[in-house]
């Protein structure tokens, strides 16, 4: 039989090594969560798999294993008739499953016999899960964080990406959480990930930093959207030194109402407007729901940069404990705007505060 190997972790330096990443897990498995970057060729589908469980519990190891390896070898087979077909000889392939046990071991035993330099993840996804929670909880806070901070609608979020653009470190946090961080922070037609699958972002995103460089970061909560960030990250943002982009609040209110047409299923504003009668009162929560209804989008955001927003950033601002670095003042907020604040930003990292 051709030579099966094992990967014995799933540190970066390993993965790497591989040109292709396969979850043989099932579809609902690789949903939860997976190693950033694999592809999902399960060997069973969930129904598949929740026979072969009731099986094994209710009749016998024998039956299951047979029904089971019927699938796995269907399942096999039609993976090499699409997804591999056109695989070159010299590919080497990682295969893991929930713990590297039958799933993983039964597609690499048939990918070696084709030819393939097969390795299994020794421990699977158990093993790169352990790997998550150790760097993420148990490890020191992330090394050399600074952050983005400024009040709503200031245009953190555009500047982090001219800063990325530029070349410097940084961590789009609110991307990686497919949330904006605030009261309408859902993005558009995407559905945030679970806790898990944030985390394997997360740490997919830190392992590409050089620690020995500044990471720009766009300051939040510990809470984005329904999503926790892990210690190691929230420690360091807690004392991290910081950037500030100053914006006129007029101006902050025009950027929020293209950002609400463009971001936001504007139907269902008055019903997120409705949730806050307890912070702001019903009478004003109804005034701020007609306002939606009726398409004032700018009044609406100014009203709530006054009474909201800029409220409750400025309560988490006084918990900031690190230096300010330097402060970014825009008149105006556009492209050419971003893009100079942007380049202030790199000069106060850079040591040389303009004024």
Partial sequence: ??????????????????????????????????????????????????????????????????VGGAYVAANVARHLETAMADWPPALRPLVYCWRGGMRSNSMAVILAEVGWRTSVLAGGYRTYRRRVSRRLYDDEPVRNVVLLEGLTGAGKTEVLARLAAEGVQTLDLEGLAAHRGSLFGALAGRVQPGQKAFESRLLGALDRLDPARPVVVEAESSKIGELILPPALWKAMQGAPRIALLA?????????????????????????????????????????????????????????????????YRRSLRKAAGPLLGEVRLTWLGPEAFAEAAAQAVQILAGRRTS
């Fill in 248 to 312: 006129p609040a007029e101006a902050r209110a025009r950027r929020l109402a293209q950002i609400y047409v463009a971001d936001l299923d504007l139907e269902a504003l008055p019903d997120v407007l409705a949730r806050l009668d307890d912070r702001i009162g019903k009478k004003r929560a109804l005034a701020w729901a007609a306002l939606a209804r009726a398409g004032e989008l700018e009044a609406l955001a100014a009203e709530l940069i006054e009474a909201h927003y800029d409220p409750a």
């Fill in 1 to 66: 039989m051709a030579e099966i190997r094992a990967a014995p972790d799933a540190e970066p330096a390993t993965l790497g090594a591989f040109e292709v990443i396969i979850d043989a897990r099932s579809p609902s498995e690789f949903a939860t969560d997976h190693i950033p970057g694999a592809v999902s060729l399960p060997v069973l589908n969930d129904a598949e798999r929740a026979e072969v469980g009731r099986i094994y519990v209710q009749e016998s190891r024998f039956k299951a294993r047979r």
